[in-house]
C-alpha cells in the first residue's frame, strides 16, 4: 500500500506507480537467464581484418567527418573511484603498519613512479609537515595512504577515476578526463569541432566542469580545434525501488522507500538525449599516454569506417524497399547482408511469405546500428560477445555479463569459459534512422536482461534491480557488429597499482 509520501516521492522521480509494481514484481520473478547458440569468434560471426580493408575503412571514416556529421564521444564517467583503491583502504584499517600484502608493498616500491606523487606529497608536507620519503623512512606508511585517500588529503577515495592524475608528461600530468578530450582532437573531430560528453553525478559536476574550464583553452590551442564539452547525470526515473528479502519494498528508517542508482544502463536515457549521428562509446579509465595513441586511433577510425560502411548499405536497403522497386535477387541480398554483415538471423525465414519476408527484413534493418572492437580474450574481467536467441525466435550478436548466463548449464558455461574474445566497452554508434531522423534508444532495450543483485544497508539486508546493461539488454535490439581489436587498445584502470603498469607510464 503506498502512502502519500511514496506517491510525492514517485512523482517526484516521475516513475509511475506501474513502473514500480512492475519492478517489484521482478524480485519476485527473477530474470530469465538468455538462450545461446554460441560463443561468438572469429570463424563465427567476429570480423579480423587485413591491412588493405583497414585502410579502405579509415579512409570512409575520414571521408564522412569531412561531410559535416554530428559526432559525440560519449564517456560514462560518474561514480567515485574507491573501488580502485580498495586495497590501500584495507590496508588503513589493518592491524599492521607496514606494508605486508604484495599489493601493499608493489605500491610503496614504485610510489614514485604514480603520475600523482608530487601532489601526494605535497599533501603529506601540509597533513604531517614531512615529505613522502620521510615518511617512509620512518615507517609512517599509513600517513601517506591516508594522505592520498581522505578529504582533507587529495580525496582519491571519494573523487571519481577522470578527475585523478593517471599520466605523467614532461611538462604536466594528465588526468583520464584530459585524455579523453585529446582521443576526442584525433579521431572524432569534424569541421574543426570536437563534442564530448560525459555522464557524472550531481556532486561531482562541478569539479568536472571547474578542471574542463581550466583545461580546455590550452587543448584547443595544441590541437587547433574547438571542444563542445558537455555534462549530463543519471535520471532520477531511471532509479530502481529496493526489496527487502521477501520482495516487500525496502524502507528507510523514517518509512521511506530506498531508490538506488538503476546502474549504467540507465545511461541509455543520456545516450538518448544526445543529437548526433555517430557516437564513440569508451569507459573513462581506458586511456593511455599519448605516446600509445596511434594505436586507439588508428582503430576507432577503422570501426566507425565499419558503422558508416554498413549504415551506408542498410539504408540503401531500406530506400530500395520503400521503392517497391525491386526484385527476387534485391531480396536475396539483403537477406545475405542481414545474416552475414549484421550477424542476424532466422531459422524460419525460408517459410515466409513475400510479404512477410520484407516486413521481417525492414524491422531488422531499420534499427540503432553498433560497431564493438573485441579483443582477444587474456582473462581481464568483462563482457563477452555471444550469438543469442531473442524474444521473436531471430538470433543476433549480443555482449553478455556472467550474471546473464545460467550457471547451472554446462554447455552455456562452458561457451563463456572458452570464449575468445571479450568486449572493453569500445563502441561506436549510429543513432539515427534512414530518414535521418533520431531513433527512440529505450525503445531497443530488451527489459528480461536485467538483474537482481544482493546489498545491505544499515546492517540489512535488501535485493537491488539493476537495469539492463547499456552495451548489453539497453542495446539487445540493435544492429551489432563485432571487430577484433589489438589488446593494446584496452587499458583500464581498475586498482591503483594498474597504474604502475608499462602502459600508463
Known sequence: MLTDQDKALLAQKGISEEQLN?????????????????????ENGILRLDDDTKESYVQIWKQYKQE?????????????ASRMFKAMFEFLDADYDVPTTEFEKKYFQDIEKFAFYQALDDACQVLEGKRISTLIEEGNYKAVVAAMLDADGLNYGQLPKGLLQFHSYDDCVRTPLE???V?????AASQ?????????STEHKALFQQLVADKLPEYEKEYGIKFNVSFSEQKPMTDTV????????????????LFRPGGHGALIQNLNDLDSDIVFI???????PDRLKDETTLWKQIIAGVLVDAQRQTFAYLQLLDSGDYNHDDIENIIRFVRHTLCTDYEDIKNMEDAELVCYLRKKLNRPIRVCGVVQNVGEPGGGPFLAYNPDGSVSMQILESSQIDQNNPEYLKMFREGTHFNPVDLVCGIRDYRGNKFNLPDYVDPATGFISFKSKGGRELKALELPGLWNGAMSDWNTIMVEVPLGTFNPVKTVNDLLREQHQ
Open 183 to 187: 582521443e576526442a582532437a584525433l579521431y
Open 192 to 200: 574543426g569541432e570536437a563534442e564530448v560528453h560525459f555522464t557524472v
Open 242 to 257: 529496493a526489496a527487502n528479502m521477501d520482495n516487500t519494498p525496502f524502507r528507510n528508517e523514517d518509512g521511506s522507500l
Open 282 to 288: 569508451k569507459n573513462i579509465d581506458n586511456v593511455v
Open 68 to 80: 559535416g556529421h554530428h559526432i559525440t564521444k560519449f564517456v560514462p564517467a560518474s561514480g567515485a
Open 22 to 42: 512492475c519492478q517489484l514484481h521482478s524480485f519476485e520473478t527473477g530474470f530469465p537467464y538468455l538462450k545461446l547458440m554460441a560463443a561468438a569468434s572469429v
Open 179 to 181: 585524455e579523453h578530450l
